[in-house]
Structures are given as C-alpha cells and as structure tokens.
C-alpha cells in the first residue's frame, strides 16, 4: 500500500482510514429509537391520569408567570422607575409561586387520599368474600367446635 499509487496520480488522502484502522475500530452502537410527539404520535399521552395531567400544566403556568413576574418586577421598578407597576409585577408574581405549591400539594393530597381509598376498598372486597364464604375475619384460624 503506497500512497503514490498509478490511481492517485500523487494525492495523499488525509483523514481517510487504511484498511487495518477500519478492522480494529469497533462498531458504532446504534442509540434506541425514542418517542416523541413531533409525529403526531400522542399514544403515549392516553396513559396519563388526567388529574395528574391537568395539574401539571396548570403547575407549569404558574411557575413560568412566577419566574416572569418576579424578575421583571424589579427590573421595572429600576429601569423605568415604575415603583407601583414594578412592585406590583412582584407581588403578583410571588403570588403565582404560592399557586404553584398549592396546586402540588392538592395534587398530592389527591393521589394520597386516592392510595388509602384503594387500600381501604381492597380491605373492604376481602371482608365480603370472607362473608360471602361464611367466615369472618380471623374465624379461619380457629379450630372448628366439636
């Protein structure tokens, strides 16, 4: 392999790989294929609650007005002079951030009481079957009278 073959008429090929380099790299892995919704594909958004669904989005407004308020409050306030309107945007704004954490935390409360609700019902279910096959609760383990 001379690099001035009759084919190359005297060009060197820069960055180009030998045939022994393309043997001894590895091959490249290829990376999973990821769904988004850039196709149109929303199949994946059907197995969201819609609970959670909608307080998520509500939650995101309220932190983005946050995030704006709060910083162009005082920029307001300095830059313009608008004491009231600056002092205003802030106050709204950290308002907002409070409506964030309330929206979480009734969120929360809901997917808390939804937990012990299931429990609860799950308990309830055991208990009619036990009836329903004539024994109570706890009767199973004692031995039958003679």
Known sequence: MFPFDEDDEGEV??????????????????????TTFDDGNFEGA?????GTLRAFVAAVIYANAAV?????????????GWS???AGLSIVGLLAGVRTYQTYRAWRRDRDSGDVDASAADASI?????????????????????
């Open 68 to 80: 704006l308020l709060v910083a162009l409050g005082p920029m307001v306030w300095y830059f313009e």
């Open 13 to 34: 090929s820069f960055g180009e790989q030998s045939d022994a380099e393309r043997e001894m790299t590895p091959d490249i892995p290829k990376a999973p294929s990821v």
């Open 46 to 50: 059907s197995d969201v609650d819609s």
């Open 84 to 86: 009231r309107i600056g």
């Open 126 to 146: 055991d208990d009619a079957d036990d009836d329903a096959n004539g024994t109570a609760a706890g009767a199973a383990d004692t031995p039958p009278e003679t």
